[in-house]
Structures are given as structure tokens and as C-alpha cells.
């Protein structure tokens, strides 16, 4: 763009919310911010991204109809509202993975939306076994999932306090200071890397709230520390 002036030109980006929270990016460097909340016609959506993934011997409306009843079948049509797990659900779904995720539970599903989202974030590899057992059967064929236990573990124990907060109004959206006196800045980043948490940036530095990509999402990794901490259904639930 060498030669061309400033002021004739438009600079398009996009980026995750949380990055704009970055203090060197000034809010006079941001002319129109706009942000992608939901989706309105989920059918559309997924006619859009399948049209690129799927070969000529695939009919594209039949695929998009078939996805549709998946989502619907497993309770899913509100994963919309997060048009980055939405897409991680089509691709997966699209996958070779397909017909045996089509059969498996939620919690199988979840785990390989998590699988694909830690080796974003890290994508070193490493396995359970015996001498490091899978804290639950679902994790026991990860491969992306025990490098990343230790932020597991911390991500899981936070969404479990948040979810059953005694303040309901914080129990999804939190803000920034909640959430570090839950997770050290490894952890914090780790989960925003990797699109687990997403950060909500404000005018005002104290106003920035964060929350899990999706309800559900936060849903299971309390269930997982419910899972590995029974005591708390008696003692918190």
C-alpha cells in the first residue's frame, strides 16, 4: 500500500474481542467497531461453511438438512448463539468423527470440542495411561487433552464456583477481577487462546466482563470438577 494516502484507504481486521483489551491499541485507532453476536439464520450459516468443506459427490442442501437434525437431536440449536463454537460443532461433525459422534453422548462431543480447542492453544501431544490415568473415560483417547490438565483442572473449578455463585447475575458473565482470583494469567490466557472464555473489552478498564464461549460449555467443565469432587454435590450443591 505503499504511495496510496491514508485517508483513501479502509483497514478491515478482525479480531477476538479480548485482544482489544490490549493497552497498546488506543480506542482513537478504532474508527467503527463491530461485533459478530449470534447468528441469525443458523440454516444459512451452515449452508455457507459446508458449501467449502464437502466434495461434488455430496449434496449440499441434504448435508445442511442432515447437520440441522443433528443439532436438534442433540439439543444443540442454542450453540448459534456463538458462531465460533457453531463452526467447531459443523467441522467436527463433518470430520471423519462423524458417525461415531453422531452416536455419542454430549460428554464425547463436548471432549472433542476440547480436544480441538487445547491444540489451538498448545498443540502438544501426549497420552493418559496407566501411570497418568484419564480423570474421565471420555478423555482417555485425547490425545491434546493431559498437556493441558493442570489449566483444565484450574478452568473447571472456576465455571463450578461461577455457576453456583450465590450472586446469579455473575454466575455467566463475570468480570475481570473475578475471574483472575480464579485463575493464574498462564491459565487466563491459556483459556482465551485456546476460545474457552471470551473477554468482553469496555471504555472503562474495570467494566471488562468475561465469559465461557457457550453456556453449555461452562455446564460441562462444572460437571468435570463436579466429577472429580463429589463432595461438593453435598457440601455446595
Known amino acids: 500500500m ?23 491499541i488506543k480506542n482513537s485507532q478504532i474508527d467503527i467497531l463491530l461485533e459478530v453476536y449470534g447468528i441469525i439464520d443458523s440454516y444459512g450459516f451452515s449452508k455457507r461453511i459446508l458449501r467449502h468443506l464437502l466434495d461434488d459427490t455430496k449434496d449440499l442442501n441434504e448435508t445442511v438438512e442432515k447437520f440441522q437434525k ?19 460443532v459443523l ?29 489451538k492453544a498448545n498443540p502438544q501431544m501426549s497420552y493418559f495411561n496407566q501411570y497418568y490415568p ?3 473415560n471420555c478423555f482417555s483417547r485425547t490425545k491434546y487433552v ?16 461461577f455457576l453456583f455463585s450465590n450472586e446469579k447475575e455473575a454466575s455467566l458473565v463475570f ?22 472464555i471470551y473477554k468482553r473489552t469496555s471504555k472503562k478498564c474495570y467494566d471488562n466482563t468475561s465469559s465461557f464461549v457457550h453456556k453449555t460449555v461452562q455446564e460441562f467443565f462444572a460437571v468435570l470438577h463436579i466429577s472429580n469432587n463429589t463432595d461438593v454435590i453435598d457440601n455446595v450443591i
Open 91 to 119: 467441522c467436527t461433525w463433518v470430520d471423519d468423527m462423524a458417525e461415531s459422534l453422531t452416536r455419542s453422548s454430549r460428554c464425547e462431543l463436548y471432549t472433542t470440542l476440547l480436544e480441538n480447542l487445547c491444540k
Open 146 to 161: 493431559k498437556p493441558n490438565m493442570e489449566h483444565i483442572d484450574v478452568i473447571a473449578k472456576a465455571a463450578f464456583s
Open 70 to 88: 443433528f443439532l436438534w437431536s442433540r439439543d444443540l440449536n442454542s450453540i448459534s448463539s456463538s458462531p465460533m463454537l457453531h463452526t467447531r
Open 2 to 24: 505503499d504511495g496510496i494516502p491514508k485517508d483513501h484507504c479502509i483497514v478491515l481486521t478482525t479480531s477476538r474481542p479480548w485482544r482489544l483489551a490490549d493497552e497498546r
Open 175 to 196: 468480570s475481570d477481577i473475578n475471574l483472575s482470583a480464579h485463575l493464574s494469567e498462564s491459565t487466563k490466557q491459556f483459556a482465551l487462546h485456546s476460545g474457552l
Open 134 to 136: 484419564s480423570p474421565v
